[in-house]
């Protein structure tokens, strides 16, 4: 069964700084996406960065960038330049092909001070 | 509106008492799935449907009954809720035309309470 590990229960970062979010996850799957997914307080659940596992350039959506070591089979976010509204629950999550849902990490707690 | 909707948003409810929480979407993803979400363990997978009339479970079905007759409803059921169904469940689609990637869209979440 897949598994995804987010070893990093809390974290902290100086708004405009830049940090790095922890994911590893395990399946014998060759196929499969992985995500990192934003829960603000408010409990809704926002697409953060998607990487399709066949490419090996990482993804970058702005601030965000990942770090995809497939043999390693690690996935780690980077927030550049944080931002107050960065502060939120962060989920690592991984998909195979086809779709039977995602197995989400525990999460981050990351909080963005002034 | 266009995206994807749940009902009630929040239910309190008794022990042995059955109850149904609703989702409806709007794309026509082909996918839908139901998560719960408790303290420790990030969001964990209940049911998944790959189209209408096509359901499968995920990781922790015990006590959930799903149908989907309709591509844009899937409803979730708790036919006799206990206590430890006490969570904030979300519903999610994804994966169509539009949506080829497979990214899922989740709704706003429903708090459960079961006393």
């Known amino acids: 069964a897949q598994t995804v590990t987010q070893s990093q229960p809390e974290m902290s970062v100086q708004e405009a700084e830049t940090v790095t979010l922890s994911c590893t996850y395990d399946t014998s799957e060759n196929n499969y996406y992985l995500f990192w997914y934003k829960q603000p307080p408010s409990r809704q659940m926002i697409l953060v960065i998607r990487q399709e596992a066949y490419k090996q350039q990482n993804a970058t959506e702005n601030r965000f960038s990942v770090n995809f070591q497939k043999a390693a089979k690690s996935f780690s976010l980077k927030i550049s330049d944080s931002q107050l509204g960065d502060t939120a629950m962060y989920f690592c999550?991984?998909?195979?092909?086809?779709?039977?849902?995602?197995?989400f990490g525990a999460g981050t707690r990351l909080t963005v001070k002034p | 509106d266009a995206g994807i909707t749940q009902s009630p948003r929040y239910k309190i409810t008794e022990t042995g008492r059955q109850v149904t929480l609703m989702c409806h979407q709007t794309w026509s993803h082909s996918y839908m799935f139901w998560y719960r979400q408790d303290l420790g363990h990030g969001l964990r997978l209940i049911y998944y449907?790959?189209?209408?009339?096509?359901?499968d479970k995920g990781e922790v079905p015990d006590g959930y009954v799903v149908s989907r007759s309709k591509t844009e409803n899937f409803p979730l059921t708790l036919e006799s809720a206990t206590r430890s169904q006490t969570s904030v469940y979300f519903c999610?689609?994804?994966?169509?035309?539009?949506?080829?990637?497979?990214?899922?869209?989740f709704g706003p979440g429903t708090r459960l309470t079961v006393l």
């Open positions: 999610a689609s994804g994966v169509g035309k539009l949506n080829p990637s497979g990214t899922q869209y």
């Open positions: 999550a991984f998909m195979n092909l086809p779709p039977r849902g995602m197995r």
């Open positions: 449907s790959a189209a209408a009339d096509i359901t």
